[in-house]
DNA sequence: TTTGCAGTTTGTTGTTTCGCAACTCGCTGT
DNA sequence: ACAGCGAGTTGCGAAACAACAAACTGCAAA
């Protein structure tokens, strides 16, 4: 709450905080990520010159559910969680986005501004490019394997959404904290010399699995006694992910 | 189970059957479609000519959950239920889609085969509009306005999906069961002198909102009872839309 | 009509998981 | 060093819900 007003206002970066990693290196950010892919590198350098690079503080948000406005954002650096509160006050997180991962869909505003249906907020220090939504249509219509593109990762998320819902619907929580964790290890996690580090709280995780944060620290003390995964503050370190892959449907 | 062999070679329907229709019936058909919303009725009917029109009957198979192939489909009449099985053989149902929807989208086959990842289950008589994705592919790249309508499409599930997330995270299935009556009498609601009708078993809308056809029964009948909705053999007729969406997060 | 079957209702029992409270641990600022 | 704080742990009782059993209902085929 109390960086409402850094999601309503971000920080401007000047632009030479960009043109210091040279312009070769702002053309190849866009070329790394799967929205980009299949374009020269000479039009990712255009496309990314019509955006800006703006920085985000750890808990700043993005953008805020109920917001109205059009941006595109591509996560440069640091980890993003996108969540959604319910009208009774209670929020699930929906995704976890890493580095070259696109954020901020939107129909295409045919009638009326539309809403974010999510917020999303930097889990640490974070900087993105930034693209406002009419800019960003005129590459659309421009190159047609962006919307592809669009198109691919749309499917990839919805494909993982439906898992996850069918896991939520079907299994206990202790399996689907072990499928969430492997995710996770996947797409936001970070070397670790005993495995792969997943840095979210108990609570986090909670909101992520849908249970609370009680039963999450359960499962993992267990799991820490038996050396599948260490159990530290704020973080998950995964050590044994074949144990995870299999977890019985029963426990 | 016993209708595996109509899914995988399903009825062909000799051509006069749709031209019984008249081919400006079959242009006719895609126009009403939000995946050809903007194209011409000329273009629709070009399109629809690389198409193939099947039938297929009640608990027919449209497509199974791992089966390769690529056909996208368009839901001329009937409604088709998208479930999806876990490992442990439970299944959730992730959709109810019904005229003029569009089924059946699948990554572009880069590498090897896709596998659907659900299965589509005729709820009754259904005809469908098919192509082979390679033909269709052709049309993606000549009418750009597709793939935008895809885009559309994809992201307008996705959202519909993350609120059912949020929903099973955190609502209680009470709650849950009317959100999921009102989308129902939106998406595949038939009129009834009483309210609108919606053809699902207790058993079906357990699979949909995750919880067993025991607990659905129970509110169910307490809903009949307080006249909000009537149940009925394998369907429910809505009747007091407002009290089911004000329902209050406790009961 | 009878019979059979699938869908539904309802009661009872058992379990998972929630909700809360009390406590510990480790960090930070004064 | 000390207090204070936020994150995590653990125990206990309760609620929601699952699981099973038994009976009932309406429909359709014989």
Redesign the interface.
């Known amino acids: 709450m109390e960086n409402l007003s850094a999601a309503a206002r971000p920080l401007r970066v000047p632009l030479a905080c960009i043109q210091d990693r040279g312009i070769g290196d702002r053309g190849s950010l866009l070329t790394g990520s799967s929205l980009f892919a299949g374009l020269s590198s000479s039009d990712c350098m255009r496309i990314a010159t019509s955006a800006s690079v703006r920085i985000f503080d750890r808990h700043d948000f993005l953008f805020m559910q109920g917001q109205t406005g059009h941006r595109l954002m591509l996560i440069q650096s640091g980890t993003v969680k996108l969540t ?1 509160l ?3 006050g ?1 929020e ?1 997180i ?1 995704w976890m986005t890493g580095e070259r991962e696109p954020i901020g ?4 505003p045919v009638e009326g501004k539309c809403r974010y ?2 917020s999303a907020q930097a889990m640490e220090k974070v900087c993105a490019v930034v693209w406002e939504y009419e800019r960003f249509q005129v590459f ?2 421009q190159f ?1 394997r962006i ?2 593109n ?3 990762i ?6 993982e ?11 206990r929580v202790a399996k689907r904290l072990a499928m969430a964790l492997l995710r996770l290890s996947r797409q936001v996690g970070r070397p670790h010399q005993a495995g792969i580090q997943v840095q979210l709280s108990r609570a986090e995780l909670a ?1 992520l ?2 249970t609370t944060l009680f039963t999450i620290s359960r499962i993992l003390s267990k799991w820490d006694e038996e050396g599948i995964v260490l159990a530290r503050r704020e973080a998950v370190v995964v050590c044994n992910t074949a144990f995870l892959e299999n977890h019985p ?1 029963a426990d």
Chains 1, 2 share one sequence.
């Not at 869909?105 to 295409?108: A, E, Q, R, T, V």
Request: aromatic content about 8%; hydrophobic content about 40%; some cysteine.
């Open positions: 959604q319910s009208s009774g209670e699930v929906l869909f939107m129909l295409d249906t999510c659309l219509d047609p919307r592809a669009m198109n691919s749309l499917f990839a998320r919805l494909e959404l439906q898992e996850r819902f069918r896991e939520i619907a079907t299994e909101q699995v849908g449907d």
